[in-house]
């Protein structure tokens, strides 16, 4: 017969019981089966801009942290900074000042890419083509060209020929793409093969987004290549809240095949790493935010293999 408690004694605290011991011990099982999991490289360079004419809801950050994920699996990935605020290539800790090249004079002055792209110091395998502040005044300056909406197109295929024809081919390239359906937009779909589509997962996702495929779809008609809508990913999740768990579900029924199984968590590491010029997988590599991450470019990886 067990024998009752004292009175007054402390309460048992299990320390492998409680909830904060699962969730890490759940975490550490995610890092285990990254660890095991082998990514397929692509057969041909998947292009794809990372989209929504929303603001704020995550593009920049699956950018560069999806790119930063290919590349510690042995990818060789290209991020396309096409918005002007730079966020992107600062996250990347690239300069951003108006005096190096970037996606601007790749765009509007003829400048070929490979003067453009910077390697990240942190990253094997991971380069960015920057966008500095000249970029704001390229929506102007495309719009009265003939081939304003391709220019883009044509200089990332002359550098991809060129990088494999001198064995250094790519496997990813990401394009960072501003809150709008803009000319510099129009550029971005102009040259991917898909579009990934990352939204926040909040009451309004559902709605939004149906409009927002609607507006992808007629804004890309107008190109001779357009591109698909491959992917969706869910962004600051917070499973605590029932309505953020509804909303996945709602996206999944309506987009089962482009939706990721995958979702990145609400976190505040993923919002502190740019301002240390950082991707999450170097400011806190075994974290919820670097997981979650490496798991999204897992799948879009064997989706696409
Ligand atoms: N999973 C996350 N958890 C917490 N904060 C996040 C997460 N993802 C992004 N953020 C933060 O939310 C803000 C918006 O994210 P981000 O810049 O990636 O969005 P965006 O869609 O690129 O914005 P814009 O439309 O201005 O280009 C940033 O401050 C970022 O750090
Ligand atoms: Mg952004």
Sequence with gaps: MSKEPERGA????DEFDSPLARQLEALRLRRKKLKAATMPAPAETRIIAVSNQK????????????????????MRVLVIDIDPQGNASSALGVNTNSDVPGTYETILKDLPMAEAIVRST???????CPATLALASAE??????DDGQTRLRKSLYEFLNISAKNGHGFDY???DCPPSLSMLTMNAFSAAKEILVPMQT??????GLEQLVRSIYAFSSRLTHPPKLSTILLTMFDKRLNLAQDVVEDVRTHFPKETLETTIPRSVRISEAPSFQQTIMTYDPNGVGAVAYREAALEIARRGA
């Excluded at 942190?122 to 960015?128: A, D, G, R, T, V």
């Excluded at 102007?140 to 060209?145: G, K, S």
């Design 173 to 175: 390239v990401l394009i």
């Design 202 to 207: 909040e009451y309004y996702a559902l709605e």
């Design 140 to 145: 102007i300056e495309l719009f009265p060209l």
């Design 55 to 74: 603001g704020g809801v995550g593009k920049t950050t699956s950018t560069v942290n999806l790119a930063a994920a290919f590349a510690l699996n042995g």
């Design 10 to 13: 402390p309460p048992v605290f």
């Design 122 to 128: 942190s990253i094997e395998n991971l380069y960015c």
